[in-house]
């Protein structure tokens, strides 16, 4: 039963407590189980709070028993990318510079909405120091590697939490997403990634980052990706720039399906991207999936050039920003890399930021007018599969950083726009292909329900190793 049960979804699990078939308890127990496996294999957690979780799921199995869940999650089994406040727990952003003693007496808004819907909170997943690169390794945790080859990244700045979904030690997580993070390890790892509209899910506190910084599920399915945004993305007062309520669940919409949407195809943005082939093929057979459902697929590229400049201005001052009143002595605690970004970021002027900021309005006019004529857009999420751990591009690459090879995400992460990443299959070497699927700012429901027929239509058959 163990096994079982860290391998059914979220929505299955409820299904599960509704019919009395098992509870909380044994989720937890089972999941915890799962997590303590897992850890010495691909260190997915900063901590796990075994104590903790079994009071919450006892608390939850009570509510059961008296027909009374607390929420649409109550018993539930979730991990927290410790970028997030949670009270009663450090959040230490992965970095040596952050001190675990204080009060730690405050949610983050996504968190709130987990407590109040009876979540049970398994642990922390890891994350590179300040969610600063597209792996996960930190000076504070050391390396967090690939479910499907240990030797592999799982991808970042979200590394932990997608390897602990995809082991089954838990089957939601919180991550954050400010050029990919999350988007990027749920492809190398093979489940489902969401960045939502910006907004639709508050930030509190503010990110260093700025308006790049999204809150997003990650989860096995489409289902369960949007019954926890349905959780999450609510207002909070704490956030001035976040969304009003939406009008609808976003679960409700999923059996929708895509026929009649018109969806555009981007191989390449215009044979900008160089695509390893195998990934190439596993997303032309999810573009041909789609149209088989009925939508309207046409081969063509979104009109912007590589925007990396603007999103390095951005986004290296935003470094700069975060680490400005750490001392001499708490700057060489710092991963080195993320000490030379923000270098670069210190130097760049408020006339520097404010073209940045322009380009950016540019490529949102663009996107939005590229809207008017497709509902989606269709694109491989990364050019390349999962490459080995601990370095922040493939050695041989010829890339300087991480955003060499992430040019499918960052530019919708400049645009604010709802991209999810959905399994598509497999390379030659058993590693997921993930296709990442884009719609126009707010439409978040059209990217969940291209993303739910996919699971319907073609289920992703990758295992992890040890599951």
């Given at each position: 039963?163990t096994?079982e049960?860290?391998e059914?979804?979220?929505v299955e699990?409820?299904?599960g407590?509704?019919?009395g078939?098992?509870?909380p308890?044994?989720a937890?127990?089972?999941?915890l189980?799962?997590?303590?496996?897992?850890q010495?294999?691909?260190n997915?957690?900063?901590?796990?709070?075994?104590?903790g979780a079994?009071?919450?799921?006892?608390?939850?199995a009570?509510?059961?028993r008296?027909?009374e869940?607390?929420?649409l999650?109550d018993?539930?089994?979730?991990?927290?990318?410790?970028i997030l406040?949670?009270?009663?727990t450090p959040?230490?952003?992965?970095s040596?510079?952050?001190?675990?003693?204080?009060?730690?007496?405050e949610d983050?808004?996504?968190?709130?909405?987990l407590r109040?819907h009876?979540a049970?909170f398994?642990g922390r997943?890891?994350?590179?120091?300040?969610?600063?690169k597209?792996?996960?390794?930190?000076?504070l945790?050391?390396?967090?590697?690939n479910?499907?080859?240990?030797?592999r990244?799982?991808g970042g700045?979200?590394g932990?939490?997608a390897?602990a979904?995809?082991?089954?030690?838990?089957?939601?997580?919180l991550?954050t997403?400010g050029?990919?993070s999350?988007?990027?390890p749920?492809s190398?790892?093979?489940?489902v990634?969401?960045?939502p509209?910006?907004g639709?899910?508050?930030l509190?506190?503010?990110?260093?980052?700025?308006t790049?910084?999204h809150?997003?599920p990650?989860?096995?399915d489409a289902?369960?990706?949007?019954?926890?945004l349905?959780?999450?993305?609510v207002?909070?007062a704490?956030?001035?720039?976040?969304?009003?309520r939406?009008?609808?669940r976003y679960g409700?919409?999923?059996?929708?399906?895509?026929?009649?949407?018109?969806?555009a195809y981007?191989?390449s943005?215009?044979?900008?991207v160089?695509v390893?082939?195998?990934?190439?093929?596993?997303?032309?057979?999810?573009?041909?999936?789609?149209a088989?459902l009925g939508?309207y697929v046409e081969e063509?590229?979104p009109d912007?050039s590589?925007?990396?400049?603007?999103?390095h201005?951005?986004?290296?001052?935003?470094?700069?920003?975060?680490?400005?009143?750490?001392s001499p002595r708490q700057?060489?605690l710092?991963d080195?890399g993320?000490?030379?970004i923000?270098?670069?970021g210190a130097?760049?002027?408020?006339?520097?930021?404010?073209a940045?900021?322009d380009a950016r309005?540019?490529?949102?006019?663009?996107?939005?007018?590229f809207?008017?004529?497709?509902?989606l857009?269709?694109?491989?999420t990364?050019?390349?599969t999962?490459f080995e751990?601990?370095?922040e591009?493939?050695?041989?690459?010829?890339?300087?950083r991480?955003?060499?090879?992430?040019?499918f995400?960052?530019?919708f992460n400049?645009?604010?726009?709802?991209?999810?990443?959905v399994?598509?299959g497999?390379?030659?070497d058993g590693?997921?292909v993930?296709m990442q699927?884009?719609?126009?700012r707010?439409?978040?429901?059209?990217?969940l329900?291209a993303?739910h027929a996919l699971?319907?239509a073609?289920?992703?058959?990758?295992?992890?190793?040890?599951?």
């Amino acid at each position: 039963m163990t096994t079982e049960l860290t391998e059914l979804t979220a929505v299955e699990l409820l299904d599960g407590y509704r019919r009395g078939e098992f509870g909380p308890v044994e989720a937890t127990r089972a999941t915890l189980a799962r997590a303590e496996e897992i850890q010495p294999v691909v260190n997915a957690f900063v901590r796990i709070d075994a104590k903790g979780a079994l009071a919450q799921a006892a608390a939850s199995a009570e509510r059961w028993r008296r027909g009374e869940p607390a929420g649409l999650l109550d018993g539930v089994p979730v991990t927290v990318k410790d970028i997030l406040l949670q009270r009663g727990t450090p959040t230490l952003r992965g970095s040596r510079t952050i001190a675990e003693q204080g009060s730690w007496d405050e949610d983050a808004p996504s968190v709130a909405r987990l407590r109040e819907h009876g979540a049970v909170f398994i642990g922390r997943t890891t994350t590179p120091e300040f969610g600063w690169k597209g792996v996960t390794d930190s000076p504070l945790t050391g390396v967090t590697r690939n479910p499907h080859d240990p030797a592999r990244t799982a991808g970042g700045s979200s590394g932990g939490s997608a390897a602990a979904v995809a082991l089954g030690a838990g089957p939601l997580s919180l991550g954050t997403d400010g050029g990919g993070s999350v988007r990027i390890p749920a492809s190398f790892c093979g489940i489902v990634g969401l960045k939502p509209t910006y907004g639709r899910v508050p930030l509190y506190p503010a990110s260093a980052f700025g308006t790049l910084s999204h809150v997003g599920p990650m989860a096995r399915d489409a289902a369960d990706a949007a019954l926890l945004l349905d959780v999450i993305g609510v207002p909070d007062a704490r956030d001035w720039s976040g969304l009003d309520r939406p009008p609808g669940r976003y679960g409700e919409g999923l059996a929708d399906g895509v026929r009649g949407l018109r969806i555009a195809y981007s191989p390449s943005l215009g044979g900008q991207v160089a695509v390893r082939p195998a990934v190439a093929a596993a997303v032309r057979r999810g573009v041909e999936r789609l149209a088989a459902l009925g939508a309207y697929v046409e081969e063509t590229d979104p009109d912007f050039s590589d925007p990396v400049d603007a999103f390095h201005t951005l986004w290296f001052s935003g470094a700069a920003r975060v680490t400005q009143k750490l001392s001499p002595r708490q700057r060489e605690l710092l991963d080195p890399g993320l000490r030379e970004i923000c270098a670069a970021g210190a130097r760049l002027s408020a006339l520097d930021y404010l073209a940045a900021v322009d380009a950016r309005m540019e490529l949102g006019r663009r996107m939005g007018l590229f809207h008017e004529r497709y509902d989606l857009l269709v694109t491989p999420t990364l050019p390349i599969t999962a490459f080995e751990a601990g370095v922040e591009v493939p050695k041989g690459s010829g890339y300087r950083r991480w955003t060499g090879w992430t040019p499918f995400t960052y530019p919708f992460n400049l645009t604010q726009q709802p991209a999810v990443t959905v399994p598509v299959g497999s390379d030659g070497d058993g590693l997921p292909v993930g296709m990442q699927i884009v719609a126009a700012r707010h439409r978040d429901e059209l990217v969940l329900r291209a993303a739910h027929a996919l699971d319907g239509a073609a289920p992703c058959e990758v295992r992890p190793a040890g599951s």
